[in-house]
């Protein structure tokens, strides 16, 4: 299969980490990047309890990325569970050919990061908040 965008071995690697990291507490998220003059993802930075108002700022207004988020998702038995999720950071004010780019890349990102749950922001900080991403993982 011929892929658009590459993705080298390291990104796998710390992919597969951040995957198999232990948490109790909080959410911690790995962004990524796309290099298009080198088309290849690159690892921008990952956080380790940050809140999501926080992560929402760190993330560019005009740029996509892929987010894998480890969640801190309160059930309404008190149960407590942290799903991984992809967002798909795609603000409408991003260049058209980085988007597109960006959604050709997607599916194979996705199945590299292994993560089934999928969240598209597309309206930037404001439409990326803890209420949001509750409603999407407790309600479909």
Do not use: C
């Not at 990047?33 to 930075?45: A, G, H, P, S, T």
């Not at 409408?92 to 089934?116: C, K, N, P, R, Y």
């Amino acid at each position: 299969m011929s892929r658009t965008v590459d993705i080298p071995q390291e990104l796998k690697t710390s992919l597969r980490k951040f995957r198999f990291a232990r948490r109790d507490a909080g959410h911690a998220a790995i962004v990524i990047k796309i290099n298009k003059q080198k088309l290849v993802m690159e690892e921008v930075e990952q956080f380790d309890d940050i809140s999501i108002d926080d992560l929402a700022e760190e993330l560019p207004e005009n740029s996509p990325r892929y987010v894998v988020l480890s969640y801190e998702l309160n059930h309404s038995d008190g149960r407590k569970s942290f799903p991984l999720v992809l967002i798909n950071w795609a603000p409408i004010s991003s260049e058209m050919g980085l988007l597109t780019l960006h959604a050709s890349a997607f599916l194979d990102f996705q199945a590299t990061a292994d993560v089934s749950k999928v969240i598209e922001v597309r309206d930037g900080a404001e439409g990326f908040t803890k209420e949001f991403i509750d409603q999407k993982l407790l309600h479909g």
